[in-house]
Structures are given as structure tokens and as C-alpha cells.
């Protein structure tokens, strides 16, 4: 699969993530506080590097495609979009992908992580045609909660106690859907849209 295209709104440019972006990804990734409902923080510019080029890699061979997020005239990495859709869980023929999200701690509160997921569902619905986008979130996660309810996600279901979280807790993981009738988006015709 080709690169993820670069999509632009009024404040960010969503670009192909970049070995040379280790140095960026670091400060997120390996924040406890981003990561504290993810997988632990990394350490070292060492780490951020294996983490782009398993995410290049498995976007390669079509799992996933991810955004760099940056500002428009400063091409420093804030922040990360996924869209994942392994064949081997069945989500092209189904339409559906797993989106994600994460954004440096220092620009939490600014709408950010709203604009970068608004335009990675637009395409999702629009170039990539597709029916359904997900999201899997620790219930209690109340950023990413607000984020998806702000966007027009449903709760769709509740996995009592699924993820066992640094805090030595259990914790509730939600589902939430967004289909692309949600957002106004004309049905699909599977038989000619691939
Ligand atoms: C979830 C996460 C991506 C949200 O990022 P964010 O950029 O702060 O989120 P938003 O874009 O929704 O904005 C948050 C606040 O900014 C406000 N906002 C929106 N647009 C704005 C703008 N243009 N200017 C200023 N503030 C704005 C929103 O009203 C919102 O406030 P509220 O939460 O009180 O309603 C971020 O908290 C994060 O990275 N968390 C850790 C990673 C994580 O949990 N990922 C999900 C794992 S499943």
C-alpha cells in the first residue's frame, strides 16, 4: 500500500510519518500521561525510531495507515492518526477501520486531536468509501470519551473490566462507531465501490 495521503485542514497538515520524526514521537510517546490507557511509554529516540518503522511496515503491507500531525508552516510531529484495518480481521471487505489517536501533552485543550480525527474520517468516508469507523477507549478515558462524543460516535458497548491498566486496576473498555450515513455521507454500493 501506498503512504497515507496528506490531508490538510485549517490549522494542520496530517503527512506520512518519517524515520526522522523519532525525536518528535519521543515526546508523546513516551509520556506516562499520553500513554496511561496505551502502551507503555518508550524511552528513547532509539524506541521512537522501531516504533516508525513497524508502523511504516505495517502500513505497507496494508494494515494500518497512519498520519504524522503537524501545524501548517511547522513540520514538527504533534501528534499521531491511525486508521487500522488488518485484512485478516476482515475490515476491507466489511468497510470498517479502528481509528486512534494521540497528541503531545503540552497541546491537550487546543481542538487538535478533534480537526486531525474530523479529517481522517472524512477521508475514510470519502476516498476510502468506507461504511463504519470504530474506536476502542478505556471507558474512563475521558479526553479521548469527549473526543469521540464531540465527533458524533455512539457508544455502542461496554467490555466490563477488559484492560488491566499501571494503575493495578481493571478497567472498562467502550466501543464507539461512527457510520458514514452518521455523518451524512450517501449509502455504498459494496458491488461497485471497493
Ligand atoms: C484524547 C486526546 C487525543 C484529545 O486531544 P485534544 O487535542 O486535547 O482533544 P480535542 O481536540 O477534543 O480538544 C479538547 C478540548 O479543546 C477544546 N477545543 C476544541 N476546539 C478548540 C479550539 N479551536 N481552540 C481551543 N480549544 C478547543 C474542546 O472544546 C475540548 O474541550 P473539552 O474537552 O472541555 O470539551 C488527547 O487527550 C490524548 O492524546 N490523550 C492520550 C492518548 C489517548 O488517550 N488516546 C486514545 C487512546 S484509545
Request: aromatic share 6%; hydrophobic share 40%; proline share 4%.
Amino acid at each position: 500500500m501506498m503512504s497515507a495521503r496528506v490531508l490538510t485542514t485549517s490549522r494542520l497538515v496530517l503527512r506520512e510519518l518519517r524515520p526522522a520524526d523519532a525525536a518528535d514521537v519521543l515526546v508523546f510517546r513516551g509520556d506516562p500521561e499520553v500513554q496511561r490507557f496505551d502502551d507503555p511509554p518508550i524511552k528513547t529516540v532509539g524506541e521512537a525510531r522501531a516504533l516508525i518503522s513497524e508502523l511504516r511496515r505495517a502500513q505497507r503491507i496494508g494494515d494500518i495507515q497512519v498520519w504524522a500531525i503537524t501545524e501548517q508552516g511547522i513540520d514538527r510531529v504533534i501528534g499521531l492518526v491511525t486508521l487500522q484495518h488488518p485484512a485478516r480481521r476482515g475490515d476491507g471487505y466489511h468497510r470498517r477501520a479502528e481509528i486512534g489517536y494521540g497528541i503531545a501533552r503540552s497541546r491537550w485543550g487546543q481542538g487538535i486531536g478533534s480537526e486531525a480525527t474530523r479529517a481522517v474520517i472524512c477521508h475514510a468516508f470519502e476516498t476510502l468509501k468506507l461504511n463504519r469507523v470504530f474506536a476502542r477507549t478505556i471507558a474512563d478515558n475521558h479526553e479521548s470519551v469527549r473526543l469521540l462524543e464531540r465527533l458524533g460516535f455512539a457508544r455502542e458497548g461496554l467490555q466490563r473490566e477488559h484492560s488491566l491498566e499501571d494503575d493495578g486496576r481493571f478497567h472498562d473498555s467502550a466501543v464507539y462507531g461512527l457510520l458514514r450515513r452518521d455523518w451524512g455521507y450517501p449509502p455504498l454500493d459494496p458491488d461497485t465501490e471497493t
